[in-house]
Protein backbone atom coordinates (compact mmCIF):
# COMPACT_ATOMS: atom_id res chain seq x y z
CA UNK A 1 0.00 0.00 0.00
CA UNK A 2 1.65 3.36 -0.84
CA UNK A 3 0.32 6.32 0.43
CA UNK A 4 1.38 9.84 -1.53
CA UNK A 5 2.89 11.92 0.75
CA UNK A 6 4.05 14.63 -1.09
CA UNK A 7 2.89 18.03 -0.57
CA UNK A 8 3.71 21.57 -1.08
CA UNK A 9 3.96 23.83 1.61
CA UNK A 10 2.49 27.34 0.88
CA UNK A 11 4.85 29.69 2.20
CA UNK A 12 2.33 32.88 2.72
CA UNK A 13 -0.01 30.21 4.45
CA UNK A 14 2.90 29.27 6.65
CA UNK A 15 4.07 32.81 7.39
CA UNK A 16 0.43 33.75 7.84
CA UNK A 17 -0.31 30.44 10.49
CA UNK A 18 3.38 31.06 12.39
CA UNK A 19 2.05 34.90 13.19
CA UNK A 20 -1.00 33.84 14.94
CA UNK A 21 0.90 31.15 16.90
CA UNK A 22 3.10 34.33 18.03
CA UNK A 23 0.11 36.30 18.45
CA UNK A 24 -1.51 33.28 20.68
CA UNK A 25 1.44 32.98 22.95
CA UNK A 26 2.02 36.90 23.43
CA UNK A 27 -1.37 36.53 24.83
CA UNK A 28 -0.90 33.41 27.03
CA UNK A 29 1.97 35.50 28.60
CA UNK A 30 -0.33 38.44 29.33
CA UNK A 31 -3.01 36.21 30.64
CA UNK A 32 0.06 34.48 33.18
CA UNK A 33 0.84 38.15 33.80
CA UNK A 34 -2.83 38.56 34.80
CA UNK A 35 -3.35 35.36 36.69
CA UNK A 36 -0.03 36.41 38.70
CA UNK A 37 -1.59 39.49 39.64
CA UNK A 38 -4.94 37.82 40.45
CA UNK A 39 -3.09 35.90 42.90
CA UNK A 40 -1.14 37.89 44.53
CA UNK A 41 -4.30 40.80 45.34
CA UNK A 42 -6.00 37.26 46.90
CA UNK A 43 -3.15 36.70 48.87
CA UNK A 44 -3.43 40.04 50.46
CA UNK A 45 -6.67 39.96 50.68
CA UNK A 46 -6.48 36.92 52.99
CA UNK A 47 -3.51 38.13 54.72
CA UNK A 48 -6.07 41.31 55.38
CA UNK A 49 -9.00 38.87 56.08
CA UNK A 50 -6.89 36.80 58.94
CA UNK A 51 -5.64 39.88 60.31
CA UNK A 52 -9.50 41.61 60.92
CA UNK A 53 -10.97 38.19 61.85
CA UNK A 54 -10.18 39.30 65.26
CA UNK A 55 -12.61 42.76 64.68
CA UNK A 56 -15.24 40.66 63.35
CA UNK A 57 -16.00 38.41 66.66
CA UNK A 58 -15.40 41.70 68.92
CA UNK A 59 -18.32 42.92 66.96
CA UNK A 60 -20.34 40.36 67.06
CA UNK A 61 -19.72 40.07 70.90
CA UNK A 62 -20.77 43.67 71.34
CA UNK A 63 -23.39 43.45 69.34
CA UNK A 64 -25.14 40.42 71.14
CA UNK A 65 -24.68 41.79 74.29
CA UNK A 66 -26.16 45.37 73.03
CA UNK A 67 -29.23 43.29 72.03
CA UNK A 68 -29.60 41.21 74.80
CA UNK A 69 -29.59 44.51 77.28
CA UNK A 70 -32.36 45.86 75.02
CA UNK A 71 -34.47 43.10 74.63
CA UNK A 72 -33.88 43.20 78.54
CA UNK A 73 -34.93 46.79 79.09
CA UNK A 74 -37.69 46.36 76.44
CA UNK A 75 -38.98 43.51 78.29
CA UNK A 76 -39.01 44.80 81.68
CA UNK A 77 -40.67 48.38 80.10
CA UNK A 78 -43.77 46.73 78.12
CA UNK A 79 -45.12 44.96 81.25
Known amino acids: ?3 D ?10 GV ?9 A ?3 ALEKKIDKME ?3 EKL ?8 GAGWLAIG ?4 LSTVGGWVLHWWTK
Open 40 to 42: SNI
Open 27 to 29: KFE
Open 46 to 53: LDNQSQQK
Open 5 to 14: MSFEIDPVKY
Open 62 to 65: MLSV
Open 1 to 3: MWV
Open 17 to 25: LWQKVENYE
